[in-house]
């Protein structure tokens, strides 16, 4: 078979155009990002049948990505509903989207995500699987990597297969607060148990493996047995299969296929270093893709914010991506707002380790805005916020508050309203 | 004069009331508090005339503390204002408020705060100073001190004062992008410039110490040189500042007073844990007393999540309180929603520091919320969450959007609308 994978061809020593392009937006040495995608430490997925796509790359050396999900549930959502949420996604800035589709029509919904995208589309082939076959019942080899297949030919550009949680570990599942949080990994867990056989993925990898090294699929590697409270945080579920999540890395490079790997999950902040240190060993640097993870499990409503503290902290040791989660998050599935509110925390967290780590070029923005900030040049700022509409939304409400008591146009002046003219203390020190 | 303050009776090896209660709070030994009240690395910001004060305590062995910022500025707001933020603080869990008035009837405004509030009440007397003085001409020793006995009378339990901006500091603050963004400082600095003095605070702090030895105000040691953006983080104006602030908790404890330090502002995260070890060093493990630090300068109208994440590490690598930062930071008076974003962001961070140092009970909510989710217990995961109305609002919304799309009634369903019912993993795994 021709090797025209991304990581295959880089193994031959060929610098690709999306190679090239990847080091261009990362300031980085072509020949340099060339050996990374090589080495698997950096992913570039990238489906040769995604037309719109403009190829990114994912690894701990580059800027920290983000993922968005969108896609229906059994319970709401239309085609249309979902391209609402990719454009929400992509305008507030995504760089990967994911459709996790489970409802009704899933074909047609990713065909128009893929075809609107300019970005890499993820999906978790377990979903479709289960919803043509009709239940757990029809879970077969065959109905698998037919899925995988179909999807791979349609352009999916990158899959989450929970192919390392394995029968084995199911006792160690049991005795946990919460068991197995992740759908696809509870799916499996269930078809293990009754069957008594062992996970297809992992029972079939080599077969998936042609599927994704003829179309360039990327693997993200999932954790089925990612912790979804504190309690569970960290234990022998988590890291035995993180352990064989590292197998299948080697595999997949192996067989010229490129591979991420999935993360936690709910993880206290005095643990997420020592994750993503565990991560980079077991699995010999493969880019470390997480959900969260989210540092307490007692704010429903706001885990956009807890989990933007986890990946801060993550991504500040190592996490190439970091999923978004939103304020539903627990709660129910995201609308178009909730994406809004997802996507932005997600990019706050992102930048901030990327400022952190002095990533090249991540601080410019920051120092730009301050400049700006310094010039009371209100229009710049916004322009430079990483959600512009909120910024202006949030300044004009508090003008139109200070106004209802005194009639001043307070809209181009050297202050803002939280301190007055009087009390501005940049005004004050800029007479010094 | 006699030795009322907490911090001369634990000296003499009193467990006074106060104590007492913390230490229970706390669940700490008393003895063990009483000796950290001593040494000062705990306070108990308890003005002997503040009657409906319940004490609370802040340091780094405590639960980790937080502070709402309320008052009006000269633009807007009024009493009645005043007092909705402040029972919007208490509701959302404030361990402290100071009241930042600026404008019109600040007394009348800070008796209101402090007949009604339970949590201590700090304030900057600077700000009064001025509004009395009519500008900066007025600010004079004798006022500044004059203005302080009185608010000392009033009930204050603690103040921050600017005293460790010196003179000499003043040529490194130009050197600076944004040279001096508190508003205190920037005062003072001009204040200095334009007459060729000292600051008065540090030339007048024996006479301070004097008002707050009377009453048993607390000094908050506020750092007039926290930087105002990344650029000007960790730099020489601010050390040496915090140097100075150092000797000031010397001479505070010396005098029986309790003093705890203010720290930044502006740092990105690879500083952040150093910050906190510097300030231990230089000001003997006073406690610091952090607003934010926000992690990035880019995302007006986030800034109560790029705080919470500069929040989360502070505390976890030291800080003893955090101030809260609104939405509005940077753009604009918070109102009443806003003081509720801010509230709620600062407790999950500090929440989530606690957690990953694992302070005496600290994980228990998480996990008996956790508890709550497996046993799909809605409305207990609803009591025991940070904000319980946002957590009830927000699955309403899941479920009025998703029963447009199907009549069937999710309200007591086990399964949230986010996977639905066929895709729940934990109604799944609870069957393995």
């Known amino acids: 078979m021709q090797k025209i994978t991304q990581i295959s061809r880089a193994q031959a020593g060929e610098i690709t155009p999306q190679i090239a392009h990847v080091a261009k937006l990362e300031r980085m040495n072509p020949e340099e990002l060339r050996a990374a995608v090589a080495a698997g430490r950096v992913v570039i997925p990238a489906n040769i049948g995604h037309r719109k796509l403009v190829p990114m790359g994912i690894g701990r050396a580059l800027r920290t990505k983000l993922n968005a999900n969108i896609g229906n549930s059994t319970l709401s959502s239309c085609p249309s509903q979902e391209l609402e949420k990719l454009e929400s996604a992509l305008h507030w800035g995504a760089d990967t989207v994911m459709d996790l589709s489970t409802g009704a029509n899933i074909v047609n919904i990713r065909r128009a995500i893929i075809e609107h995208s300019p970005v890499p589309v993820g999906t978790v082939p377990i979903y479709e699987v289960l919803a043509r076959g009709e239940g757990a019942e029809k879970l077969t080899p065959e109905l698998i990597l037919q899925v995988m297949r179909e999807q791979a030919e349609q352009g999916v550009d990158y899959m989450t297969i929970h192919a390392g949680l394995l029968r084995a570990m199911i006792p160690a599942a049991r005795r946990r607060k919460l068991r197995i949080v992740s759908r696809g990994g509870a799916i499996l867990a269930r078809y293990m148990s009754e069957r008594n056989c062992e996970n297809p993925f992992y029972e079939y990898f080599d077969e998936i493996l042609e599927i994704c090294a003829r179309y360039d699929v990327t693997l993200s590697l999932g954790d089925g047995m990612r912790p979804g409270c504190l309690a569970d945080a960290s234990d022998e579920a988590q890291f035995a299969e993180l352990a064989t999540l590292g197998e299948l890395v080697s595999r997949s490079r192996a067989a010229g296929v490129q591979a991420m790997v999935e993360g936690p999950g709910h993880i206290p902040m005095n643990e997420i270093e020592m994750n993503m240190k565990t991560e980079r060993e077991l699995c010999d640097d493969a880019p470390f893709y997480v959900l969260g993870p989210l540092v307490t499990d007692c704010a429903p409503g706001y885990d956009h914010i807890t989990s933007a503290i986890g990946a801060a902290l993550a991504a500040y040791y190592g996490a190439a991506m970091i999923c978004y989660v939103t304020p539903k998050e627990h709660l129910g599935l995201p609308n178009a707002a909730d994406v809004r509110a997802g996507v932005i925390a997600a990019r706050i967290a992102a930048h ?81």
Chains 1, 2 share one sequence.
Not at 353 to 364: M, T, Y
Not at 394 to 402: D, F, G, N, T
């Open 352 to 432: 901030a380790a990327d400022v952190g780590l002095g990533k090249p070029g991540a601080r410019e923005r920051d120092d730009e805005l301050s400049e700006a900030r310094g010039a009371f040049d209100w229009e710049r700022q916004f322009e430079l916020a990483l959600d512009p509409e909120r910024a202006r939304e949030l300044r004009a409400e508090a003008i139109a508050e200070s106004e209802r008591n005194n009639a001043v146009d307070h809209r181009k002046s050297q202050y803002c309203t939280m301190c007055g003219p009087d009390f501005c203390s940049m005004r004050i020190s800029k007479e010094l």
